[in-house]
């Protein structure tokens, strides 16, 4: 099982950006991802969930109505598309995949996923 995320960058507030997360050794049906994002002197945060077989999407709080989750299972890919960003989304996203079925009480707890990915950086500038 592998996951590779990419696609960060440097953005100016209030652009959009996407970040990808390449799954490799395992189909989307039977993991859930989860994008999770660590700013410099922060807990790492849940911030969107795509849960396995149907595909049901959280968010956080802090990112509802802006950032959309998706994913391509041809592809076995999975999407975060970032809208309106603001300064304080700057940071680490990684991509984390977990055999568990998550309710909105546990997909964002970081301990509910086995793999995880490399981490993208995103830098949003003010």
């Known amino acids: 099982v592998q996951l590779q995320a990419f696609g960060g960058g440097l953005v100016q507030t209030g652009g959009s950006l996407s970040v990808s997360c390449e799954a490799s050794?395992?189909?989307?049906?039977?993991?859930?991802i989860t994008w999770f994002r660590q700013a410099p002197g922060k807990e790492r945060e849940g911030v969107s969930c795509?849960?396995?077989?149907?595909?049901?999407?959280y968010y956080s709080n802090s990112v509802k109505g802006r950032f959309t989750v998706s994913r391509d299972k041809v592809k076995n890919t999975v999407y975060l598309h970032m809208n309106s960003l603001e300064p304080e989304d700057t940071a680490v996203y990684y991509c984390a995949a977990g055999a568990v079925r998550p309710i909105q009480s546990t997909w964002a707890r970081p301990g509910a996923y086995e793999h995880w990915g490399q981490g993208t950086e995103v830098t949003v500038s003010s």
């Open positions: 795509i849960r396995r077989s149907d595909g049901y999407k």
């Open positions: 050794g395992f189909s989307l049906d039977d993991y859930t």
